[in-house]
């Protein structure tokens, strides 16, 4: 229920308030939760709502009536999936007027800047960028504030509906602007796509775009992302016809050499001599494994997700 129109409230009843903080912080409990009856209170909360058993649970919905009262977990958690599935479509955004004078870089920094939640900051943002790119259609603001759209449909997952954003916004994207280089970055966000669709989609950007850069990058795509039968076919391919074409700081040729001549099992086997790495930082400079030979190296596989 994380970033939806939805609150856990507990209501703690246990008398020894240390004991009760350490299990919040060893179970990692995060919601919130009201002592039953705090030192010098008349009375407890359980007692007001006529509360006698536990666990009680008593859903409440968002005009704050009183809809469900039972011991049964299972029941009380569907009736609050259902309300939350009522309430998020009587809140489904319309369209937004853009906001004056603001531009792209305006709306993304503000963005950035913004403390909610992130599924909370996507569901207060969508709209202004659907709206910023309705307003500024046909133009490369335009293309970006969809594809922000799609980069960041991910906020979307506990609601069921990414899979569905993101195809919608690759057909929106594809009718708008078919011949925009920057569909190339699309495969990149292979992840808000279903498995199921990355080879469909991937083929069909690379039908209509007449740009070798958007071909290689969803042919790139469909090696890495899509089915395992005929992958070392279609990296042999990327190799063939883009190898020549830059990636990032890299080429197709370097990458497609790198997944169909990768390391056996034996050659990193505890006891062998490390493989060569080379490459570039971040920072793009050239570096190489071996230049640390000599030293203790802890090769650490890392992101910053």
Request: charged share 30%.
């Amino acid at each position: 229920m994380k970033g939806r129109p939805f609150a856990l409230i507990g209501v703690n009843s246990d008398r020894d308030l240390e004991a009760i903080r350490k299990i919040v912080v060893e179970k990692d409990l995060n919601w919130r939760s009201f002592q039953n009856q705090p030192e010098g209170a008349k009375t407890s909360i359980a007692k007001n709502w006529a509360v006698s058993g536990w666990p009680t649970l008593i859903v409440i919905d968002a005009d704050f009536k009183i809809r469900h009262r039972s011991h049964d977990g299972e029941a009380a958690s569907a009736l609050a999936k259902q309300l939350v599935d009522q309430l998020e479509a009587r809140l489904e955004p319309q369209d937004e007027a853009p906001r004056e004078s603001e531009t792209l870089e305006s709306l993304q920094a503000e963005y950035e800047k913004s403390e909610l939640s992130r599924g909370e900051k996507y569901a207060a943002f969508k709209p202004r960028f659907v709206a910023f790119a309705k307003a500024h259609e046909g133009s490369p603001e335009g293309f970006q504030a969809e594809f922000w759209v799609f980069r960041n449909c991910w906020a979307e997952r506990e609601a069921g509906t990414m899979t569905t954003t993101a195809k919608a916004q690759v057909e929106r994207m594809l009718e708008l602007y078919p011949q925009e280089r920057g569909l190339a970055k699309i495969p990149e966000i292979y992840y808000v796509l279903d498995k199921g669709d990355r080879a469909d989609v991937y083929a069909k950007i690379a039908f209509i775009s007449e740009h070798d850069v958007v071909k290689a990058a969803c042919l790139y795509g469909h090696a890495q992302y899509g089915p395992a039968e005929g992958r070392e076919a279609r990296f042999a391919e990327l190799a063939a016809k883009y190898g020549e074409l830059k990636w990032k700081h890299s080429s197709y040729a370097a990458l497609a050499e790198a997944h169909l001549k990768k390391h056996g099992a034996e050659d990193l086997a505890i006891g062998k001599v490390a493989p060569e790495i080379v490459g570039v930082s971040p920072a793009g400079k050239p570096m190489k494994l071996s230049d640390y030979r000599g030293k203790v190296v802890v090769l650490d596989f890392w992101g910053d997700w």
